[in-house]
């Protein structure tokens, strides 16, 4: 395959990044450079199947949708696109043998979104954070741990933990937006119009033992991965302690954010960690 295609397409996924979320892009820009193109396509892939169920509204979501499941099959199958992001994406899964269990429970997450709207039972509400969140960070364990199967298996758990703890911070900070926006409440029998402080408190108590797993995982990622990823934690902590202290009435009036300053400072302080090995 030509060089300048499939380098151009890789750039398409980290634009992408870039555009949509500053936190993963530094993050990613912390790793060692043979991990960076991967973890990009991975991102762009999944940005675009999320774009579709969250802004395509004068769209039929779910014909686009089952569109790009079946071009993302094709894409992997024969071993090319002409679509960037799905070129850059086959590339990643077909070389670092990325299972077609973990890209369907993705999709099939998406496909959650453009149907359901509350999340009844606890069973219902994990499998969709599994897909939506889970089989992402599983994903880039497989790029990591490419040189190590073994080590895939021992840090599963503990990526699914962080990626977890992730979402569940994006849906406490969305949670006005997704509602007034797409009607959605993700968190199980939550009345956002009721949603009290002692459920908040439940749903943080349960992102923190998240945490605590996803950190142990990220102490144990090879050495060229471990500070990018440890950055994206970091600033996810200090986004998730601004929401912890901050009231009900807060949460459900604004988007709560980490300023870009503050992140400069929490990467320069996470590096002087890094240098004197206190990860």
């Not at 990526?159 to 900070?173: D, E, M, T």
């Amino acid at each position: 395959m030509d060089s300048l295609f499939k380098k151009t397409s890789f750039e398409c996924s980290e634009l992408i990044t870039k555009r949509y979320s500053t936190s993963f892009s530094l993050g990613i820009r912390m790793f060692e450079k043979k991990f960076r193109a991967p973890i990009y396509g991975i991102y762009g892939f999944t940005r675009f199947a999320d774009e579709i169920v969250d802004s395509f509204h004068n769209s039929n979501k779910r014909e686009l949708l089952t569109r790009f499941k079946n071009d993302t099959r094709l894409a992997i199958d024969e071993g090319v696109s002409l679509n960037p992001v799905l070129q850059s994406f086959q590339d990643v899964v077909n070389t670092y043998r990325i299972e077609w269990d973990l890209i369907e429970s993705f999709l099939h997450s998406m496909e959650m979104d453009i149907e359901k709207t509350f999340y009844e039972k606890e069973s219902s509400y994990k499998k969709y954070i599994y897909g939506s969140a889970e089989v992402v960070g599983l994903m880039c364990l497989k790029v990591f741990t490419y040189d190590s199967p073994e080590k895939y298996e021992v840090l599963k758990a503990d990526a699914s933990a962080l990626g977890a703890a992730f979402q569940k911070i994006n849906f406490l900070r969305d949670i006005k937006a997704d509602y007034d926006e797409r009607g959605r409440v993700y968190f199980p029998n939550v009345d956002y119009l009721n949603f009290t402080e002692e459920e908040k408190l439940e749903i943080e108590n349960d992102i923190e033992k998240d945490f605590n797993d996803g950190l142990r995982g990220i102490r144990n990622l090879p050495s060229g991965a471990k500070f990018g990823v440890y950055v994206a934690y970091i600033y996810y902590v200090n986004l998730f302690n601004k929401i912890k202290s901050a009231p009900i009435s807060e949460v459900k009036s604004k988007r709560i954010r980490v300023k870009n300053r503050w992140k400069i400072y929490l990467l320069a302080k996470s590096m002087v960690k890094s240098r004197l090995n206190l990860i």
